[in-house]
């Protein structure tokens, strides 16, 4: 009697189980249009592992004006910049308690790469101290850079 009850709840456990995927509808396991993905305000302020990758960005503008647009979106964005040297093209700042190296590096006349590395090596970090940064940068491309006049 025991070994028929103990069979009939596995039957029951089982018939349950196979229900449950027989009510997920189809389209959303399969689309076949690509999806965007636009990083809400949780996703870019959580520490997540970040790719190489997602830290670069290549631009089509001069070294110079891309160094002064860094230091912009870096001031912008409040992050305390520690260092800078513009001969090679370095910016040392520090945000959400983390350093962070960005390096801009010329690629051909009139194109460069930007590059922001945390200085540790460890790629556990939020994703909006980078995806600010290129973001306002690509919202600047435009604008000129007027040099200011020494007095």
């Known amino acids: 009697m025991e070994r028929i009850l103990k069979n009939i ?3 029951l456990l089982f018939g349950c189980i196979s229900i449950l995927p027989a009510s997920v ?3 959303e396991i399969y689309s076949p249009q ?3 993905f636009e990083p809400s305000i949780s996703t870019l302020v959580t520490p997540q592992n ?3 990758d997602d830290c670069t960005k290549e631009y089509n503008m001069n070294q110079e004006k891309l160094y002064y647009l860094t230091i912009a979106a870096i001031n912008e964005n409040r992050f305390e910049i520690e260092e800078l040297q513009s001969k090679t093209g370095y910016i040392l700042f520090k945000a959400v308690n983390k350093e962070f190296l960005a390096t801009v590096v010329k690629l051909g006349v009139n194109k460069s790469m930007l590059k922001i590395t945390p200085t540790n090596n460890n790629y556990y970090f939020a994703p909006g101290i980078v995806l600010n940064i290129f973001k306002y940068i690509d919202l600047n491309l435009n604008e000129n850079i007027t040099p200011i006049k020494k007095i």
């Open 9 to 11: 709840k596995y039957l």
């Open 25 to 27: 509808n189809g389209e």
């Open 34 to 36: 690509p999806q965007i």
């Open 50 to 52: 970040m790719a190489f």
